[in-house]
């Protein structure tokens, strides 16, 4: 089982927690190799995300690893660049519709983030018909449409 922590939560006492992960652990052995779904660990305030891999490997044991967490798409800066993109665009010249391309490149950590659009959100879409959002190397193009 492989678990991540949350860094915004302190770890009060470490034998409770140690138990509640052990616990939990117990309760997933059987299932399937996936993430865990959040409402199974919600119990426990200090776990932020959990994976269980059934495989037995030969050198099991445990150990502290690395993890890094990709923020979600960061919708204000989303409205804000569409803000001023709609402004430059009363200098275009006239066309019959005009679309917008954002690139999030995984570069640049600055710009790292996920990009998917969240279920029931729309922003306006200034001056433009359609709005892509790309990620590099990873990703295909997601067509925002809002008209």
Same mark, same amino acid.
């Given at each position: 089982?492989?678990?991540?922590? %949350?860094?915004? =939560?302190?770890?009060? =006492?470490?034998?409770?927690? +140690?138990? &509640?992960? +052990? /616990? ?5 052995? #059987?299932?399937? @190799? ?7 660990? /919600? %119990?426990?305030?200090? !776990? ?13 044991? *445990?150990?502290? $690893?690395? @993890?890094? &967490?990709?923020?979600?798409?960061? !919708?204000?800066?989303?409205? =804000? $660049?569409?803000? /001023?993109? $709609?402004?430059? +665009?009363? =200098?275009?010249?006239?066309?019959? +519709? ?8 995984? *570069?640049?950590?600055? @710009?790292? #983030?996920?990009? @998917?659009?969240?279920?029931?959100? $729309?922003? %306006? &879409?200034? &001056? ?13 193009? /997601?067509? !925002?449409?809002?008209?």
């Amino acid at each position: 089982m492989n678990y991540r922590l %949350h860094f915004d =939560k302190p770890i009060g =006492k470490i034998e409770p927690l +140690a138990k &509640a992960i +052990a /616990e939990l652990g117990r309760s997933i052995e #059987q299932g399937p @190799s996936d993430a865990v779904p959040d409402y199974a660990f /919600e %119990h426990i305030p200090e !776990l932020e995300w959990v994976y269980w891999n059934g495989r037995e490997y030969p050198d099991a044991k *445990w150990r502290v $690893t690395q @993890s890094y &967490a990709v923020p979600s798409l960061a !919708l204000p800066r989303i409205e =804000k $660049t569409i803000a /001023e993109k $709609t402004e430059l +665009a009363k =200098k275009y010249r006239p066309c019959d +519709a005009y679309w917008l391309l954002m690139v999030v490149n995984f *570069w640049n950590p600055a @710009s790292d #983030q996920d990009i @998917s659009w969240p279920d029931g959100v $729309t922003v %306006h &879409a200034g &001056a433009f018909e359609r709005i892509f959002l790309y990620r590099t190397h990873f990703v295909p193009i /997601e067509v !925002l449409t809002w008209r």
